[in-house]
């Protein structure tokens, strides 16, 4: 099935706006909504008539007939979202409403798959168990499943995303999307801030980009759109997961960054170390240690040429590098920056910045995937401080 439940463009912008503002009035929802009077009661009723708005009380500063007008919120048949956060090592789910609340959650560990059955028949147990607790909670059925996964899991290739996705939409006759994590993560990015154009390059176990230009979230038709972390270094024979050798984040990662730092801090610095944290890399590169600063910035040099690839093709000013790099992640910034300037042409404007990674962007971005199709963003206001 591929159409979502039945709301209509004055429903999702009356729930748009009760999701961001909170419990509202008729009047105040036509006036905000941009709809006529008559419409919007008929639309609020319809919405009532069915659970999916309930009315919460009165308001006493609006007066309608001689009485009180309701007050309306989400009401109990609000729409509910399966959101599926699959990484390598571990899978997290969580029941999600409009308002992006993590209703119930849980985790298990992804297991080896090899084929596009295993990861069916993997998501579909997952399924049946928000399921079972959706309804032991009071809550659902569901209304979408949205999935963010590695494009590698497989061997199967990137075909997988829709084809995972047509199967689990038929399997249990609801709207699926799958995408990889990154785009799970910017669609986060994109509904929590409202901005119509930025990039996000994460550097986590691998290098993966995201990006909204003009406010649509872009994929490519296999579903590989942003895949920079594959650009080939001249020279580098480190075997990548995609199959081929070289790419740029066999060497540009957690991992090899964290490794690499050890090795060039020789055994006696590292022996003294408590810690071997990504983060420590940072924190030393701050407080001065040349081998710190000299890695940061040879590994600069290599994702600023990847990061102004993207920026020459999108034509997109905003970049977020988001990471777990700890409080001192910044110190990457001036790195990157003077490699991406060398790279692009002189007169592109570009700002960048740092941003340590929402954990839950992951997961509530996959919901999105489904959910935001009862939004209308158009209605939605940004937020004073968006990133
Ligand atoms: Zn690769």
């Known amino acids: 099935m591929d159409s979502i439940r039945t709301i209509s463009a004055n429903g999702k912008k009356i729930l748009s706006l009760i999701v961001q503002h909170g419990p509202l009035t008729k009047r105040q929802l036509a006036e905000r909504g941009g709809i006529g009077w008559a419409t919007a009661v008929k639309f609020v009723n319809r919405l009532d008539s069915v659970e999916v708005l309930t009315r919460i009380g009165t308001s006493d500063r609006e007066i309608v007939s001689g009485k009180n ?219 001065g240690s040349e081998v710190a600063v000299g890695l940061l910035s040879e590994s600069a040099e290599l994702l600023g040429q990847a990061i102004a690839t993207l920026v020459l093709v999108l034509n997109v000013r905003n970049v977020f590098v988001v990471g777990q790099f700890g409080a001192d992640g910044d110190v990457w910034v001036p790195f990157l920056e003077e490699s991406i300037r060398k790279h692009v042409e002189p007169r592109t404007e570009f700002a960048l910045h740092y941003r340590e990674l929402d954990d839950s962007g992951y997961l509530i971005g996959a919901a999105l995937l489904v959910a935001r199709e009862y939004l209308d963003y158009s209605v939605m206001e940004s937020p004073a401080t968006a990133w």
């Open 69 to 287: 007008s309701y007050v309306y919120d989400l009401g109990r048949r609000a729409p509910v979202f399966l959101g599926l956060d699959i990484e390598y090592r571990t899978t997290r789910f969580a029941l999600t409403n409009l308002r992006n609340e993590i209703l119930w959650s849980s985790r298990a560990e992804t297991p080896r798959a090899s084929s596009l059955d295993d990861i069916e028949g993997f998501v579909a147990r997952l399924v049946s168990e928000a399921n079972q607790a959706a309804a032991s909670n009071g809550f659902g059925p569901l209304d979408g499943i949205g999935i963010g996964m590695p494009t590698w899991l497989t061997e199967e290739g990137a075909t997988i995303f829709d084809a995972l996705g047509g199967r689990l939409s038929a399997r249990f006759d609801l709207p699926t999307r799958v995408e990889n994590n990154i785009r799970a993560y910017t669609l986060y990015k994109e509904h929590t801030t409202l901005q119509q154009s930025f990039v996000v390059v994460s550097v986590r176990n691998g290098i993966g980009a995201g990006y909204v230009v003009n406010g649509e979230l872009l994929r490519g038709e296999q579903g590989l759109a942003g895949e920079i972390g594959h650009i080939t270094i001249p020279g580098n024979t480190t075997r990548c997961r995609c199959g081929k050798s070289g790419c740029i984040e066999t060497v540009v990662n957690e991992h090899a960054l964290t490794q690499e730092y050890a090795v060039r801090c020789g055994d006696a610095v590292s022996a003294n170390r408590t810690d071997s944290a990504f983060s420590t890399l940072f924190r030393d590169a701050a407080e």
